[in-house]
């Protein structure tokens, strides 16, 4: 409370000093329901001039962007989350409740408000404009998709609804960009206002405040006016978007929707697995290609030995997994924006329901396949917190891209290429597909003891909006992949440049004469001696016990690990040499219990620091750290004992 | 299938012999009905009053999903629900609103 007077202070401060160079630009909060087009219009106002932040302290993502409105003048916009009312149930709906009422550290209460509403669905999305204009500040509703709603034989009369409810209104359809000049002009009317500090407190609910009426009520009340203000307005709601209906027809039929599901994952699977390698190759080439420039070009010093051992193969272990997150999050925007993610959750929500989860779960499930870190932001559609904390307390069960290197090495060193059910299903695919089920499994398991314990409760009511398919934006698209590629690298990038930092030092400590010593004197050897009584029950040596530690940074740093240790010079999934020695090392019933391990247990901090800023602090991400680690234990012990 | 967007006017006391008994989840498709109570906490319920679910809205099932969930249209928006729900939902038959088509 104080930082808000303080900050207001600041305000006055500024504005009485007279200086126009320092006038601040007015704030404009864009406010709508979801699937209102709110975000495509954000992008049409601010292009690349925005900025994606977390709010302070909760998980929901804070976009703001500056709108040049005249050639000297400028407004700060803020994209906030979409909503169906201000219960303050959903982060979403608090935070944005907190933002209109000027209450949100770091971003200045709002001057005037945008509210975006479907037209097409103009009753509906009305629910919220009561609440909003009771805040009382200057307020511009824009009628978006108003070419659809004419396409579809529907009517409203904006100057009616403008008088009605006291507001100015622009038409647009801001996929096509048609009328966003509109909404820059009613921007550029908008003043700082002075704040008065006698003025009651704004305060926003779903229930008007003073009135003790039963909950249902008050909602009953808000829809009578709504109703009352689109007849007044002439609203003609238009006819159902045939498109649509037969779009849906066919993916939400009885056999063809869960075929067209099924397709469209395997396409997923397709895209992140297949097309991205190439990809994934050319950023591997430049890493390596960039390493090998620093490396000769640098003196043979500690500096050197940390830039290329420690930061480029650490970070560089990381950013291989770019193009491949691009690629699925790409795909993942084309489903999300055409309508067709909500379909696929309503199919997937019975079988998620089952096991404890909903269909929203889905989207961060199957992007876990290609790693949980995205993953694990992507679970932030989902409306309901508990179902939230268990998507992303299994989400990295799923078997990520960084587990296959690993897999891919043990599997080709012990593991004969031999057929197992016919020539079709070799052995190696086997046990790769079983360590995928293992996965799934574990993750389902996992879901439903959660939901029977720790996140039990009353099934939330699943409700999921089914918008009319529209065509992707491709700018929406291209400056949410921006927004993801800079999140993940963030993200991931600053934890594994801490942690192989830190692996680095140990390799380097107790020094000798001549310099580091070798892998079994040093800190991280003698880490791995210790260890080695706590992993001999599974059959892994002391050498293990110092990839295991090392691969904490990220799975498939175990690799480049054992490469060291072992002395082998060209240490990769393929390396023959290293198979070799492995073999002679470890015993095939360990490998098993290796990749076992792998399944289950949490190796990759940048997951771990996800979880922390995802649930608010270390409670979750230390609970299932812990519990993957004893999984992975488990059963790599039960492997080792029966294969 | 044009009558779905069709919602207004809501009819009040049309015949119903069964008031009260009648869920959602009963409901042929197409047969829009009009809500009469919702028999769940409030909790549950916030999230469907804030879509316009009330008692005195009218709803029409419009689909069923590949599970057998029903998709009902509501103020020209469409909404999945899970048949859970739908069996909470307390409605009447709005006969005079039937499908002329």
């Known amino acids: ?643 | 299938m044009d009558h779905t967007a069709r919602t207004l006017p809501v009819v009040q006391n049309a015949p119903s012999e069964r008031e009260g008994d009648l869920r959602l989840g009963d409901i042929p498709l197409r047969q829009a009905v009009e809500l009469i109570h919702i028999d769940l906490p409030v909790e549950q319920a916030e999230p469907l009053y804030e879509r316009g679910i009330l008692p005195g809205c009218t709803i029409c099932p419009v689909r069923s999903s590949p599970s057998g969930d029903p998709i009902v249209s509501i103020d020209g928006s469409l909404l999945a629900l899970r048949r859970e729900v739908a069996d909470c939902l307390c409605v009447r038959i709005l006969s005079q609103l039937k499908d002329a088509s």
């Open chain 1, 1 to 643: 409370m104080d930082e808000f007077l303080a900050a207001d202070d600041r305000d006055i401060v500024t504005a009485a000093s007279g200086d126009p160079a320092v006038e601040l630009a007015p704030m404009i909060a864009l406010v709508g329901p979801p699937n209102s087009g709110k975000t495509t219009l954000f992008n049409q106002l601010t292009g690349l001039r925005q900025k994606v932040a977390n709010y302070p302290g909760v998980t929901v993502e804070k976009h703001v962007g500056k709108v040049r409105v005249a050639d000297d003048r400028e407004v700060d916009l803020v994209d906030l989350p979409g909503v169906h009312g201000f219960s303050a149930r959903t982060l979403d709906e608090k935070v944005t409740r907190d933002v209109l009422e000027g209450r949100v550290e770091g971003i200045n209460s709002p001057d005037a408000l945008v509210l975006i509403v479907d037209s097409t669905r103009l009753e509906n999305q009305l629910m919220l404009v009561e609440p909003v204009l009771q805040l009382e500040l200057p307020t511009l509703l824009v009628l978006n998709m108003s070419d659809e709603l004419e396409a579809r034989g529907g009517r409203v009369d904006d100057t009616a609804l403008a008088k009605r409810l006291g507001v100015e209104i622009v038409r647009t359809s801001a996929r096509i960009g048609v009328g966003v000049d509109g909404v820059r002009d009613y921007m550029a009317t908008v003043r700082v206002s002075a704040p008065d500090l006698d003025a009651p407190k704004r305060s926003l609910t779903n229930v008007p405040g003073g009135v003790p009426l039963p909950m249902v009520d008050a909602f009953a009340a808000r829809r009578r006016l709504v109703r009352e203000i689109v007849q007044e307005a002439g609203f003609v709601q238009p006819g159902p978007s045939r498109f649509s209906e037969r779009l849906d027809s066919l993916f939400l039929h009885r056999v063809w929707g869960p075929l067209v599901f099924l397709a469209v994952v395997m396409l997923v699977f397709e895209s992140i697995f297949t097309w991205a390698v190439p990809l994934m190759d050319g950023v591997e080439f430049l890493i390596a290609s960039s390493g090998n420039w620093v490396a000769t070009n640098m003196p043979d010093t500690w500096l050197r030995s940390l830039l290329i051992d420690g930061v480029w193969a650490g970070v560089g272990s990381v950013i291989i997994f770019l193009p491949q997150i691009l690629i699925l999050f790409l795909f993942l925007g084309v489903l999300e924006d055409s309508g067709y993610m909500a379909r696929a959750a309503v199919i997937a929500d019975r079988m998620m329901y089952r096991v404890g989860l909903q269909g929203r779960a889905f989207l961060p499930l199957l992007s876990g396949y290609a790693c949980a870190v995205p993953a694990i932001l992507a679970a932030r559609t989902i409306d309901d917190e508990r179902d939230r904390l268990a998507t992303i307390f299994v989400t990295p069960f799923m078997t990520c891209s960084a587990r296959l290197p690993v897999y891919a090495l043990l599997i080709a060193a012990f593991i004969p290429d031999e057929p197992l059910l016919g020539p079709l299903l070799g052995k190696r695919a086997g046990v790769l597909l079983g360590l995928y089920a293992l996965g799934i499994v574990a993750a389902v398991g996992t879901a439903f003891l959660l939901k029977r314990t720790l996140l039990r409760a009353e099934p939330a009511s699943f409700l999921m909006e089914l918008p009319p398919y529209r065509i992707p934006s491709p700018r929406t698209l291209a400056l949410r992949l921006l927004d993801r590629s800079k999140i993940f690298l963030r993200r991931a990038g600053r934890v594994i440049f801490a942690v192989t930092i830190v692996l680095w030092t140990l390799t380097q400590f107790p020094r000798t004469e001549l310099g580091a010593p070798n892998i079994e004197e040093s800190a991280l050897g003698k880490i791995g001696h210790v260890i080695e009584p706590t992993i001999a029950p599974l059959g892994f040596d002391w050498r293990v016990g110092v990839g295991l530690v090392t691969s904490l940074a990220a799975r498939e740093v175990i690799i480049g690990s054992l490469g060291t240790i072992y002395g082998v010079e060209t240490a990769d999934d393929e390396s023959v040499a290293l198979q070799d020695v492995l073999r002679r090392d470890l015993s095939p019933g360990a490998a098993i219990g290796l990749l076992v391990f792998f399944a289950f247990a949490l190796q990759c901090m940048s997951t771990v620091a996800v979880m922390r800023r995802e649930t608010g602090g270390w409670k979750w991400p230390t609970l299932q750290f812990t519990y993957m680690l004893l999984l992975g234990y488990v059963g790599a012990f039960i492997a080792v004992r029966v294969f």
